[in-house]
């Protein structure tokens, strides 16, 4: 089958849906199908980008498309990118667009009708009730002015969980959804490194007793919450510390100062944004990954952790749900004593902790794969366009 995938940044230090449109079309391609990527990459992005694809199982065979970021009226209006679309889109069997509020994704879906060949829409949690709530005006005005069309045109919506799946149907944007998540390449995750390679690299950590915080450091990710949290807990675990790793969107002036007016300053340690080795090498020394989010789609973090047999501790509002039934972490209200509480669980009982890793490992080999995901991908795919794998 031709696939083609369209994303409007595939850079891997935006986190989420790059990760995802690459991996996804890496297994693909791994399957024998011919996947595409189209997308915008400046020059850093670039070098970025091909490091990322290199450790891809499969990504060898991707034929990516990465075209120059252009000037307002290419961020507006798609000019090239639609030109690039209509001589890719033809040949394609499938069309999977990635995101919802850019123009190369409407460009896609047009010259996909045009074309006369199915497009697949993961919105990547952006229709949930709460994206929604966010910037409303704005985002009102964009689906009235073609976003809803493009998603209403869709063969289907692809949910990364049943909480996306129920807002997509409460919200009426298209009768056809499927409940596809994203997974891991547990290649990517092996061999972990050193647990204490990371104490090596900052001197004053103890192995083993730092909690990983590893998302962009943006409000709504919940870091105002965990640093309440930890101060509770603080006084009774001298020995632990919590690791602030990602990159800022806002959010890291008003953390340090608040960490600084708990006293907790020196507990803290932020060491910015985490890649490739870099990222496995803190999750592998660490006690557990903590992510007390306002709201997550299907959160890539939580799954690498669970993928390196770290447990988690983890919000209600990251959807995420399996984490709680096999044991693999802690779920708790996103409240204060809550995430003290599950944070004190970890901390007071290291082999439980262990064996949550242990069972989250299970999780992720039974259930979040980029195998698994890409050939169910490929069999809705199949049913949509009328031809078979």
């Known amino acids: 089958m031709r696939i083609l995938h369209v994303i409007s940044d595939l850079d891997p230090a935006g986190g989420g849906p790059p990760l995802v449109a690459s991996r996804l079309a890496a297994a693909q391609a791994a399957l024998g199908h011919r996947a595409g990527l189209v997308c915008y990459a400046g020059p850093d992005a670039r070098e970025r980008i091909a490091r990322d694809l290199a450790a891809l199982p499969g990504a060898d065979r991707i034929e990516l498309e990465a075209l120059r970021p252009g000037g307002r ?56 009730a709460w994206a929604l709530s966010e910037k409303r005006l704005k985002k009102r005005a964009a689906l009235a002015l073609g976003y809803r069309a493009m998603i209403r045109g869709a063969a289907f919506l692809q949910a990364l969980s049943a909480y996306e799946r129920d807002c997509l149907v409460a919200g009426g944007f298209n009768a056809s959804v499927r409940v596809i998540p994203n997974g891991v390449f547990l290649e990517e995750l092996r061999p972990l490194p050193d647990p204490d390679a990371f104490h090596r690299l900052h001197p ?20 105002d919450l965990l640093a309440e949290a930890f101060a509770l807990v603080a ?26 007016r708990l006293g907790i300053g020196d507990r803290f340690r932020l060491v910015g944004p985490v890649y490739g080795a870099d990222k496995l090498t803190a999750l592998a020394g660490a006690l557990a990954l903590v992510l007390p989010s306002k709201h997550e789609g299907f959160s890539m973090s939580i799954a690498e952790a669970l993928g ?34 599950g944070l004190e669980r970890v901390l007071c009982d290291p082999g439980a902790a262990r064996a949550m890793g242990a069972a989250g490992l ?19 795919y199949g049913m949509t366009a009328g031809t078979g794998p």
């Open 73 to 128: 009226a290419e961020r507006l209006r798609a000019g090239a990118g639609r030109r690039v679309l209509g001589r890719l889109v033809g040949s394609a069997d499938i069309v999977h667009l990635h995101g919802v509020w850019d123009p190369l994704l409407r460009a896609a879906a047009i010259t996909a009708r045009r074309a006369r060949k199915p497009y697949v829409v993961a919105p990547h949690g952006m229709l949930d």
């Open 204 to 223: 004053g950590l103890a192995p083993g007793r730092y909690l990983l915080f590893l998302a962009r450091l943006h409000p709504v990710k919940g870091l």
């Open 235 to 260: 006084a009774g675990h001298p020995g632990a510390h919590v690791v602030v790793a990602g990159p800022d969107f806002g959010a890291r002036t008003s953390l340090e100062a608040q960490v600084a």
């Open 308 to 341: 390196c047999a770290v447990p988690v501790v983890i919000t209600r509002e990251c959807h995420f749900p399996e984490v709680g039934e096999v044991g693999a972490g802690v779920v708790v209200e996103r409240t204060v004593a809550a995430l003290a509480s």
């Open 362 to 380: 299970e999780l992720i080999r039974a259930k979040y794969t980029w195998p698994a995901v890409a050939e169910r991908c490929v069999n809705e």
